[in-house]
């Protein structure tokens, strides 16, 4: 059965974030939110690493279950690590843990114990700073992330295939990336094909479209195209939609087109929880 | 006969010093003054527990991801079975939270199994004893106590072996039945090579296994 293989240190899995840099992601979601797109995405990215990193921290040891990449596109194709990490393109994730550029004190909403909230100070660690700049190639950027599949399959055969998540709030600047998407659908390992996961991002929320089964309701042809290159979501990834109250049947796609900033998070929970991690 | 207590622990993985915690809630569970099988008593028991646990850690320096680690604590499946002599009667008292269970076996039936009774429901992120009582959810503990009756048997199994035994108990009884008489008879090696060969045929979960089988003589 594909999509079954335990993760574990002997037989660890990778996560790619490939994120939209482009100009426009300076722009905010519209709405109640006043940050710019990519100031809350590199937010939301950095949480769930450190999500990863908690995930695999065993007393004080980080196991490396996984494999964490950045890629950004925008102005620049590549690596989007900050500090120490910057210029690396597939990281273990202990080294992610020990390399952050740096730890920010920020404060959360916490319990008081009497039914009220007080802001508690919290470390946040930041291994991506926010970018925004140039146009959007698309291209480009899924070449260098199969150029980075292609590293890691040729010594990572028999794992859970690897986990391509894709941020974008526009159009491809440098051709129809179905093609070069397709490539990496079609690589895999002994457990099944990569899979791919594009969430667009807009101010456009009312036609906003979640993890959809098929493309009957898709605005127009970017986002049949970004559909046409999501993969179908494994059962392994059920449970954490679940979690949060998504349900998925069985030809969900791993796709979201005019997203909100609650879709975002959703969709980096959901593309970076599959349930096989030993 | 008022301390014959036996408890099996497994710290969960995604804790903090999973492990310690797990040893640690052994230790003091069998040795309290006196025997903590009601809901209330343990509740009480484990945050004085987790309490002196967290002391271990505070004030240490530790990296980022330790310390939010620390900040949540422990986590273990517990289950605990005491007997206690009352009017000449022999009785059993178990309390359990997780997916460490016990099984009580009479004859060729199954009397109790505790705190989970359906092999479907293993893998399910159980609720666990917590060491940090900020992180307690409301966590109901599975009690229940009865006569024991001569020739009785007791197992307390981790979870990965529990799930295994109670499927193999209801589909292949005649597997679950020679898995106890090892236990019974001490063959340590055999039951190695049996796990062994159950991970191996895909029908046990590859994960720490603890297994404790305490017989009652038949007069």
């Known amino acids: ?278 | 006969m008022s301390k014959l207590r036996f408890c099996v622990a497994d710290g969960a993985t995604e804790g903090f010093d999973s492990r310690r915690w797990a040893r640690t809630l052994v230790k003091h569970w069998t040795a309290a003054v006196l025997p903590i099988t009601t809901s209330e008593r343990f509740e009480h028991w484990v945050n004085l527990v987790g309490e002196r646990f967290k002391k271990r850690w505070e004030g240490q320096q530790l990296s980022w991801y330790a310390q939010e680690k620390a900040e949540c604590g422990a986590f273990a499946a517990f289950i605990g079975l005491s007997f206690c002599e009352k009017q000449e009667h022999l009785f059993w008292h178990a309390i359990g939270l997780g997916d460490s269970c016990l099984f009580v076996r009479r004859a060729d039936q199954m009397v109790k199994s505790l705190p989970i009774d359906d092999p479907a429901n293993f893998g399910n992120a159980p609720f666990l004893v917590a060491s940090n009582p900020a992180v307690h959810r409301e966590q109901a503990c599975a009690v229940f106590s009865d006569t024991v009756q001569s020739g009785d048997r007791f197992l307390l199994l981790t979870d990965a072996m529990a799930a295994w035994y109670l499927r193999s108990f209801r589909t292949e009884p005649t597997e679950a039945l020679n898995f106890e008489e090892l236990l019974a008879k001490g063959c340590d090696d055999e039951v190695r090579q049996l796990v062994t060969q159950r991970r191996i045929d895909g029908v046990l979960k590859n994960d720490d296994v603890a297994a404790m089988l305490i017989s009652t003589e038949k007069s």
């Open chain 1, 1 to 278: 059965m594909p999509y079954s293989s335990e993760i574990s240190r002997g037989n660890p899995t990778c996560f790619i974030f490939l994120l939209d840099q482009s100009s426009s992601m300076s722009e905010t979601f519209g709405g109640e939110n006043p940050q710019p797109k990519a100031v809350f995405v590199a937010d939301v990215v950095n949480r769930i690493i450190h999500d990863l990193v908690i995930r695999c921290t065993h007393t004080e040891e980080i196991r490396n279950y996984y494999y964490i990449s950045i890629v950004g596109y925008g102005a620049s194709i590549g690596p989007a690590f900050s500090g120490n990490l910057s210029g690396k393109t597939l990281v273990p994730v202990a080294d992610v843990g020990e390399m952050p550029a740096r730890i920010e004190n920020r404060t959360k909403k916490m319990s008081d114990g009497a039914g009220g909230l007080v802001d508690a100070p919290v470390r946040f660690p930041i291994w991506i700073d926010p970018i925004a700049n140039g146009s959007t190639p698309m291209c480009q950027a899924f070449s260098l992330v199969g150029q980075i599949l292609d590293d890691w399959l040729s010594q990572k055969r028999m794992g859970f295939p690897p986990t391509v998540l894709h941020l974008t709030d526009g159009e491809s600047t440098d051709g129809d990336p179905t093609a070069v998407a397709r490539q990496i659908l079609s690589r895999s390992t002994s457990d099944g094909q990569v899979l791919l996961m594009n969430c667009h991002v807009s101010a456009r929320h009312s036609t906003k479209v979640e993890f959809p089964n098929d493309d009957s309701l898709l605005p127009d042809d970017l986002a049949r195209t970004l559909f046409g290159i999501s993969s179908v979501l494994p059962e392994a990834f059920h449970r954490a939609a679940s979690e949060i109250g998504i349900r998925f049947s069985e030809g969900t796609r791993g796709f979201v087109f005019n997203g909100d900033p609650v879709s975002v998070v959703q969709f980096f929970e959901i593309g970076t929880r599959p349930s096989n991690l030993r």
